[in-house]
């Protein structure tokens, strides 16, 4: 018969053992070498998925993802949007039908265990993006839910958040990957003058770009927006990739 040990219960489990966190990243971006007709650091005007197909395969660590999509807006008809405050935003070019290609050209251009951050709304987040990750390596790991310290409209609750998707490119992995460990769940953060029609919080993301790239590593956004990504690129030291379709 075997003995049983018990282990007392005011003493701390080891963390050598244990240990899921590092505050190091151990994986670094293979050499880039920028394709024609890119420019780094800039507001490049292109079609997102023309600006995916120059890149090289497995090429960077991080990918940022802003969808223009009308799936709630069409399903439940919100008061005025598209007739009042909503007219810019009804204007934009939809990329409902292409987000699932959207999302297979970012996975291509990953690196392994790299990262892509996907915005999203509740109606999508209720309904499932599953069908949007189907022919790719990428998995959800985590979610941050961004207050945006206004309110929005609603038939019920009224919309003061959105929702940013963490996808990780396999092997799936957070130490030695994610180096930054005091990021809420939760972040609030208020967007100042408005000169985009969704813009984001440029905050959140350079923490994010901080937690999973180093210093030069390049971070792409095919649908760059207010280009909020780039700002947090340049806060961070880190090397911007992108584009929009209006430039």
């Known amino acids: 018969m075997v003995e049983e040990v018990a282990t007392p219960l005011d003493e701390p489990p080891s963390t050598e053992s244990v240990s899921v966190f590092s505050s190091v990243r151990q994986v670094d971006q293979p050499p880039l070498a920028l394709p024609p007709g890119l420019a780094f650091d800039c507001r490049l005007e292109m079609e997102g998925l023309r600006f995916l197909g120059l890149l090289p395969s497995s090429a960077v660590p991080v990918a940022f993802l802003d969808p223009q999509y009308r799936g709630v807006l069409d399903h439940l008809a919100y008061g005025n949007e598209g007739v009042l405050r909503g007219a810019g935003r009804a204007s934009l070019p939809q990329m409902t039908d292409e987000i699932p290609a959207f999302i297979r050209e970012?996975?291509?251009?990953?690196?392994?265990?790299?990262?892509?951050?996907?915005?999203?709304?509740?109606?999508?987040?209720?309904?499932?993006?599953?069908?949007?990750?189907?022919?790719?390596?990428?998995?959800?790991?985590?979610?941050?839910?961004?207050?945006?310290?206004?309110?929005?409209?609603?038939?019920?609750?009224?919309?003061?958040?959105?929702?940013?998707?963490?996808?990780?490119?396999?092997?799936?992995?957070?130490?030695?990957?994610?180096?930054?460990?005091?990021?809420?769940?939760?972040?609030?953060?208020?967007?100042?003058?408005?000169?985009?029609?969704?813009?984001?919080?440029?905050?959140?993301?350079?923490?994010?770009?901080?937690?999973?790239?180093?210093?030069?590593?390049?971070?792409?956004?095919?649908?760059?927006?207010?280009?909020?990504?780039?700002?947090?690129?340049?806060?961070?030291?880190?090397?911007?990739?992108?584009?929009?379709?209006?430039?």
């Open 106 to 247: 970012i996975d291509r251009c990953l690196m392994r265990s790299g990262h892509v951050f996907l915005w999203t709304d509740k109606y999508h987040l209720c309904t499932g993006i599953g069908g949007w990750l189907e022919g790719t390596s990428l998995e959800i790991v985590d979610m941050v839910t961004w207050h945006k310290k206004r309110i929005g409209m609603g038939y019920r609750t009224r919309r003061a958040s959105e929702h940013l998707i963490v996808l990780q490119k396999a092997p799936r992995k957070a130490k030695g990957v994610w180096k930054v460990h005091t990021i809420p769940d939760v972040w609030s953060e208020a967007i100042g003058k408005r000169d985009r029609v969704h813009p984001k919080p440029v905050g959140l993301q350079s923490a994010l770009i901080e937690a999973v790239s180093n210093p030069g590593d390049v971070v792409i956004d095919p649908a760059a927006g207010s280009f909020s990504v780039m700002e947090a690129c340049r806060q961070k030291g880190r090397t911007f990739l992108g584009c929009d379709i209006n430039g």
